[in-house]
């Protein structure tokens, strides 16, 4: 048994009390190698933002979990030479899908694990994500939950169609459950290919797939039933063209990729959503500087010559999205 607190982790918590009232939200960013790693670490630490380190079941099966832990513990190190002497850093298991795999990060050190039981039907949803909070709470780790079903793919985690989140099961579901914060589908969704061509309209200038807007109406009546409850959204990259743009000009092919408008989680942030997940863009940004050093020095085969930029291109992402759409900068309780 690993107490995330002597890794000098935190977690979600008072964060996410902080976010509400302060109206913006926690960045949670996805690792699976060092380059992203510091790439976050060096982003939230100069900015002063607190930060979630995402984990994903295909992150543990990439890195190994011992590894991934490590890491975080010392990024917490890392976070303090950049002259971050109280960082707010919380390790957490996105999408856990059973039992087990939750209670076996809790053992390990993750100070936050996510249960995703929305492909269940309810009541095995509300059993297993209760039975997962009764063992996290002990060790006082926090349980995101979720509701609705998010279309896209995920790693491991896929679905053909979304389907919202019920704002009348939401009390229910928090009550029985004792979750610490809730992810909701509004129609966001996993991967860097959110929507279909046919579902967007085309910007008549520019030619970009404008996807259809979030439904506010459903995160109201949410908010409305679950005042001041942290709200969750995932798969809230918003697949930026300049990065597409670069990959396709350099050797790549993704054709019609689109995400969530920036303008939207901007809105969405000022609300009670919290935390805010965001994993393809960094994908896209990392995959944009490698193809292009690829591209304009063939014979380069030093992985840090790559590796470099790319880590550069995703501290630039990071940085602008805590200040321009979650407005998290300057938001760790002690700033000094
Ligand atoms: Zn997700």
């Known amino acids: 048994m690993v107490d995330y607190k002597s890794l000098g982790l935190v977690n979600t918590r008072d964060m996410f009390k902080r976010a509400i009232n302060g109206g913006y939200a926690i960045p949670a960013f996805n690792f699976n190698n060092m380059e992203q790693l510091q790439a976050i670490i060096k982003a939230s630490s100069e900015l002063k933002s607190p930060v979630i380190l995402q984990?994903?079941?295909?992150?543990?099966?990439y890195a190994n979990q011992t590894l991934l832990r490590y890491m975080a513990q010392g990024a917490v190190e890392y976070a303090k030479e950049l002259g971050c002497n109280h960082p707010e850093i919380c390790l957490h298991f996105d999408h856990g899908d059973s039992f087990e795999l939750c209670k076996s990060c809790v053992d390990f050190g993750f100070s936050s694990v996510m249960i995703d039981g929305s492909s269940l039907p309810y009541d095995e949803n509300v059993a297993l994500t209760r039975k997962v909070v009764e063992y996290a709470h002990q060790f006082d780790v926090t349980v995101e939950g979720e509701l609705g079903v998010l279309a896209g793919v995920e790693d491991e985690v896929q679905a053909e169609e979304s389907h919202y989140t019920k704002p009348e099961e939401v009390i229910d579901f928090v009550t029985?459950?004792?979750?610490d914060s809730?992810?909701?589908s509004i129609g966001t969704s996993h991967g860097a290919y959110k929507f279909k061509p046919e579902q967007c309209t085309r910007d008549p200038k520019t030619g970009v797939l404008v996807p259809p807007p979030l439904a506010f109406d459903v995160l109201d009546a949410i908010m409305e039933k679950l005042p001041?409850?942290?709200i969750v959204l995932h798969g809230s990259s918003s697949v930026p063209q300049e990065y597409v743009k670069i990959i396709n000009e350099n050797g790549g092919k993704l054709p019609d990729a689109v995400g969530i408008p920036e303008e939207q989680l901007r809105k969405a942030s000022?609300?009670?959503v919290c935390k805010i997940n965001i994993?393809?863009?960094s994908r896209l940004a990392f995959t944009a500087a490698v193809r292009k050093v690829f591209a304009e020095k063939p014979g380069e085969f030093d992985p840090r010559k790559y590796c470099g930029p790319a880590r550069d291109l995703m501290t630039e992402l990071y940085k602008h999205k805590i200040v321009d759409v979650l407005g998290s900068d300057n938001k760790l309780a002690q700033l000094d």
């Open 55 to 61: 984990v994903s079941k295909g992150a543990r099966n």
């Open 176 to 179: 029985k459950t004792g979750v």
């Open 182 to 184: 809730l992810a909701i």
């Open 228 to 230: 001041g409850f942290p």
């Open 270 to 272: 000022k609300s009670a």
């Open 279 to 281: 994993d393809s863009d």
